[in-house]
C-alpha cells in the first residue's frame, strides 16, 4: 500500500469515532445478524429433511430451476471477494481495481461456452466422475479430489479473512484473539450447513444471499449516485481528487503499471481470472443440481445477467467510498481495503453519530456476512463431496461403500476441512479478499482446467497426462505462492516479519496455467499406454446428450 498517501493519525481518530458512534446502534446489529443467522438455520433445517439420498445431498435431487439455479450461482460466485475485495481494491487503487471486476465477468463466457453443458452431461456428482471415466480410476479420483480439496481451501481462506474484518469492524473488536473467535464462528456454521442441509439446504441459502446482495448492492448505490445528482463525472472526479492521487486514480497504472513487475502480475491476474472460473469445483458442482443440459446452459445465462449488473455496481460502490471516505480512513480500518463499503454505507447514512448510519452499515453488513457463510457452505460442500465420492468411495473402498456410508464420510469430511479452513483463515485475515481469491482461481485454472478440457475434447488423453497436468498444475501454483509476497517478504504479506519471497509476481497464474497444459500434453505423448478410444466415443456421446450419465 506504500503507493498511497495516508495521514495515520487523523485516520485511526476517524474510523475508531465511526466505530465508537455506531456502538450504540450494536444491538442493532447484533439482532440482524442473529435473524439472518436463525433464518439460513431454519432453511438449512427444513432442507435436511429432504435429503434422503446421496443424489439429494450432492445434487440436491436434481430439481432445480434454469432461474433457481442462476439465482444460486450468482449466490455462490458473488462471493466477499465482490463485495469486499473489489470495491476495497477500488477505493485504493481506482481503474486498477475494476480490472478485478472485468476478469470475474469475462470468466464466465468461458465456463459458458467450454463447460457447462458438456460437464453436466457427463458427469453424476463431482468434477472427478468425468475425469476418471476414460482413464484408470483410483489415481484420477485421488488427484481430482486431492485438486478440489486445496482450490476450495483457497477460496475459503478469502471468505474467512472477510468475515473476520467485517464482524470485527461491527462489533468494535481489536484484538486478534476476538477476530480468530469470529473466524471459528463461521466455520462452525457452515459445518452446521452443510452437514445438515446438504445441496438443498445450501442452494437455498444462496438464492436468498443472492437477492439480498443484489437488493443492498442497489440500495447503496442508488444512495451514493443521489448524493452526486446521479453524475457520475462528478462522483469520479471527487474520488480522484480525494485519493490524492488525482487522474492518475482513474487511469491505468496505480497499482499494476508501477514496473515490469506488477506488469507482469497485472496479466498473471486477467489470465487466473478468465480462466479459473471454468476449474472452481464449487461452480462446477451446480451445473449437476439440474435436470438437463439446456437447464444447465439456462442457468448460466441467468448468472451472466445477475452477475453483470452486480460488477456494474462496483464501481459505483468502490469509486464510492474513495469520494466518500480518505485512503487512510480505509486503511486505519483495514489495510487491504475490505471495510470500504461497509464504512461507506456508514457514511452515505449520515455517519456514525446517526442513526441512519449506524442502521444501513448493519443492513449492509448483514447482507456481506450473507455473502461470506452461502459462499462458505458451497465451497465445503464441493470439497467434502470430493472426498467422499471420489476418494473415499471409489479409492479407498473400491466402489463399495454405500450411499448411507458415502453420506457419513461427506459430513465428517465437512468437519476436517472447516477445521483446517478455520487455521488458515485466522492466519490470511489481514489480506484482501479479492486477491486470496485470484490466487484460488490461479490455482483452478492450472490444476483443474486443462484436465477438465482435455477429457473432454482430446481423444489420446492419457492417465498419465492428467495425473502430470493436476498434481503439476496444483504444485507448481501453490509452490508458487508459497515463494510469493502474499505469503512473506511485504507489509501487507500473510507473514510480514520473514522474507523467503524469490517468486516476484503475487499471482502465479502466468507461469503454472500454461505449464499445466504443457505437462497434460507432455504427460500424454511420453505414456506408454494406449487411449480407450471406445471409452472417449462413450464420453463424446454422454457429453453431448447426457445419455447414461445420471
Known sequence: MSTLSVHPAQSVQSTVLAANEASEHRPLIIS??????????????????QTKSASDFYAGGRQFTGFQNG??????????????????????????GFLYSIGFLVAWLVALLLVAEPLRNSGRYTMGDVLAYRMRQRPVRT????????????YLLAQMAGAGVLVSLLLGITS????????????????????????????????????????????ITFLILLKFNFNLSDLLGTAASNSGKGSAFLEPGLKYGVSSTSKLDFISLGV???LGTAGLPHILIRFYT??????????????????????????????????LLKPGEIIASNKAGNTAAPLASLEIG?????????????????????????????????????????????????????????????????VAIGVVSIALGA????????????????????????????????????????????????????????????????????????????????????????????LGWLGTLLSKEEPDKEKYAELEVRSLTGTGAH
Open 32 to 49: 440482524l445478524f442473529a435473524v439472518f443467522v436463525v433464518a439460513t438455520l431454519i432453511i438449512t433445517v427444513w432442507a435436511g429433511r
Open 71 to 96: 439465482l444460486a450461482v450468482s449466490g455462490d460466485y458473488m462471493s466477499a471477494a465482490s463485495f469486499l475485495g473489489i470495491a476495497g481494491a477500488i477505493a485504493l487503487f481506482g481503474y486498477d
Open 143 to 154: 488427484a481430482a479430489g486431492t485438486s478440489t480439496i486445496v482450490v476450495s481451501i483457497f
Open 176 to 219: 486478534d484473539a476476538g477476530k480468530i473467535l469470529i473466524v471459528a464462528l463461521v466455520g462452525v456454521l457452515m459445518i452446521v450447513y452443510v452437514t445438515i442441509g446438504g445441496m438443498k439446504g445450501t442452494t437455498w441459502v444462496q438464492m436468498v444471499k443472492a437477492v439480498l446482495l443484489i437488493a443492498g448492492a442497489l440500495l
Open 272 to 274: 487466473a481470472l478468465v
Open 290 to 323: 439440474v435436470p438437463t443440459a439446456q437447464v444447465a446452459r439456462k442457468s448460466v445465462n441467468w448468472a451472466i445477467g445477475i452477475i453483470g449488473a452486480f460488477y456494474l455496481m462496483t464501481i459505483v460502490l468502490g469509486f464510492g467510498a474513495a469520494a
Open 350 to 414: 449520515g455517519g456514525g453519530d446517526s442513526a441512519g448510519g449506524a442502521i444501513l452499515l448493519a443492513v449492509i453488513s448483514a447482507v456481506a456476512f450473507a455473502t461470506i457463510l452461502a459462499v462458505v457452505a458451497g465451497l465445503t460442500l464441493a470439497s467434502s463431496s470430493s472426498f467422499a465420492h471420489d476418494i473415499y468411495a471409489n479409492v479407498i473402498r473400491r466402489g463399495q461403500a454405500t450411499e448411507k456410508e458415502e453420506v457419513r464420510a461427506a459430513r465428517w469430511a465437512t
Open 427 to 518: 492466519l490470511a485475515r489481514d489480506l484482501n479478499v479479492a486477491g486470496l481469491v485470484a490466487l484460488a482461481f490461479a490455482v483452478a485454472a492450472s490444476a483443474n482446467l486443462p484436465t477438465i478440457l482435455y477429457s473432454l475434447f482430446w481423444k489420446k488423453f492419457t492417465t498419465q497426462g492428467a495425473l502430470w497436468s493436476i498434481y503439476g498444475g496444483l504444485t507448481s501454483s501453490v509452490g508458487l505462492v508459497l515463494f510469493s509476497p502474499v505469503v512473506s517478504g511485504k507489509a501487507t504479506s500473510m507473514f510480514p516479519d520473514v522474507d523467503f519471497a524469490w517468486f516476484p509476481l503475487e499471482n502465479p497464474g502466468l507461469i503454472s496455467i500454461p505449464l499445466g497444459f504443457l
